[in-house]
């Protein structure tokens, strides 16, 4: 890992050196052979498998797999198409399988050892959300879709194990064994527990006012979920422990991804919040947001740990290696303002930071 954060021969010299350089402000190692198009997802393989190796899904219908080398370099593997854009991605327990969700309504299992994708899911809107649940009598994909459905599938048949009514579209969800959640259209929010097998445990009315953009479960000290974290469209994160000792004081939201907050002369730019990741050691998070930054935040100590530069576009997806050394996050075009916004000639970036001393939390008062 010695190179994550070291001065690499990425954006170290050459060209445009003398130059600010705002596609990549802080430095960070750039992924090789990144998407065509704006990127949707990112996920990076799963402890079982030795190595690194990120996947990311883009609205060029495609999800690609690289290896990410212990060197800083990046080894594209393999590519996948969809006949739509991908919205997220997702891998199985032993890093065998990836699985991708997409606008063409339909989700794919990709046996990365063979490389051929099969279709294994299919809903009557885009598949927005799919997660891999792995529990101790049953393993399937939850799919989350904007035909207002939640469905459960076994990968082996073409019809789901289980479909849920969900109030409106399914905007953002997550899964840790044995909890589930999903934020939809509407500011909906519902819990699930999957022992045995899945069914709803609580609709909860949402912390924020504006539209839900993404979120994320986190754990308690003994490796449990016990919350989540919800991202708006409103520069706002809601922290909400499911069976908090003291709902009035433990849950909380926090304002994030706006511009020049203090002074009250000029309006405040308010930008969507696009990503949420918890790392996997220190349990401190990372959000990402159309105003181009990242920040990383101690939710415990209620404090900033780091905010980024601005980069030159929305940073749209982030994620955490399984150990926690490396952060991902891709800068691409999120639409935030409009068509008017788009420029076809620019470039979508996927960067890689080293990720161990700045996301420790807060030493406690």
């Known amino acids: 890992m010695s190179l994550f954060g070291a001065s690499t021969g990425f954006g170290a010299g050459g060209f445009g050196a003398a130059t ?4 990549n402000p802080m430095k960070d190692v750039e992924v090789t052979s990144p998407p065509d198009d704006s990127i949707s997802c990112l996920a990076f393989s799963p402890p079982a498998m030795p190595g690194n190796f990120l996947i990311g899904g883009s609205w060029a219908n495609d999800v690609r797999c690289w290896e990410v080398q212990d060197n800083g370099q990046t080894v594209p593997k393999a590519q996948q198409m969809h006949t739509g854009p991908v919205l997220d991605v997702c891998w199985s327990e032993d890093g065998g399988k990836v699985f991708t969700a997409s606008c063409d309504k339909t989700a794919k299992m990709w046996d990365l050892n063979s490389n051929q994708a099969i279709q294994i899911a299919q809903h009557d809107a885009p598949i927005r959300t799919v997660h891999w649940i792995k529990a101790p009598n049953y393993n399937c994909i939850m799919t989350g879709s904007w035909d207002k459905t939640l469905k459960f599938w076994d990968t082996r048949s073409p019809n789901p194990m289980m479909s849920l009514q969900l109030p409106e579209r399914c905007y953002c969800a997550d899964v840790v064994y044995p909890m589930a959640v999903v934020a939809s259209a509407d500011r ?3 819990v699930y527990q999957l022992e045995n097998q899945p069914s709803e445990f609580r609709r909860i009315d949402s912390p ?7 979120i ?3 754990k308690d000290k003994q490796n449990k979920p016990a919350g989540f974290a919800l991202g708006s469209i409103e520069g706002r994160v809601a922290i909400h422990y499911i069976n908090p000792p003291n709902p009035a004081k ?3 939201t926090f304002k994030c991804h706006r511009s020049n907050g203090t002074n009250t002369a000029t309006p405040q730019d308010i930008y969507a919040v696009n990503a949420i990741s918890f790392h996997p050691v220190h349990g401190t998070l990372a959000t990402v947001g159309s ?3 990242f920040s990383f935040w101690d939710k415990d100590a209620r404090t900033k740990l780091k905010t980024s530069e601005q980069l030159d576009q929305p940073i749209t997806a982030c994620s955490f290696n399984n150990n926690g050394n490396i952060f991902a996050y891709a800068s691409s075009y999120d639409w935030s303002k409009g068509h008017e916004y788009y420029n076809p000639q620019k470039k979508n970036y996927i960067f890689l930071r080293n990720a161990t001393e700045e996301l420790k939390p807060r030493n406690k008062k």
């Open 216 to 218: 994320a479960i986190f």
């Open 250 to 252: 433990d849950n909380f």
């Open 208 to 214: 924020l006012k504006h539209q839900h953009r993404c």
């Open 188 to 190: 909906g929010l519902i």
């Open 291 to 293: 105003d181009g930054r």
């Open 20 to 23: 600010t350089d705002t596609h």
